[in-house]
């Protein structure tokens, strides 16, 4: 089992930064991928980034270029948001997928919102 508590969300204007992470508490020593989604108001989840237990990293084509993954130590896991938009704003959750046996665990989630 693997309890995943997100932090850092808020509000910000258009053009701004946040910082968002994932803290990650009891079966943390597999190989799970780490991935960001979000959910805006009135629409289905996405993925925003994912990253492996190798390093590799993987965004959404609408976040490219200003979001950045990265992994800060074991058990966090950080999404940077830069140049945010007003079309940024959602519920973003931290999720960690466990390829074997395949399994997703999620956190409770954390608001952005950005305005314009």
């Known amino acids: 089992q693997v309890q995943l508590v997100e932090s850092g969300g808020g509000l910000v204007q258009a053009g701004g930064s946040l910082r968002v992470s994932c803290a990650a508490s009891?079966?943390?020593?597999?190989?799970?991928?780490i991935r960001w989604y979000r959910q805006p108001p009135g629409k289905e989840r996405e993925l925003v980034a994912l990253?492996?237990?190798?390093?590799?990293t993987f965004y959404g084509s609408s976040v490219e270029g200003r979001f950045t993954i990265s992994r800060d130590n074991a058990k966090i896991t950080s999404l940077q948001m830069t140049s945010l938009k007003p079309e940024d704003t959602a519920v973003y959750y931290c999720?960690?997928?466990?390829?074997?046996?395949?399994?997703?665990?999620w956190g409770q989630g954390t608001q952005v919102t950005v305005s314009s």
């Open positions: 999720n960690a997928h466990q390829i074997e046996p395949p399994r997703d665990f």
């Open positions: 009891g079966r943390t020593n597999s190989s799970y991928i």
């Open positions: 990253i492996s237990k190798t390093g590799t």
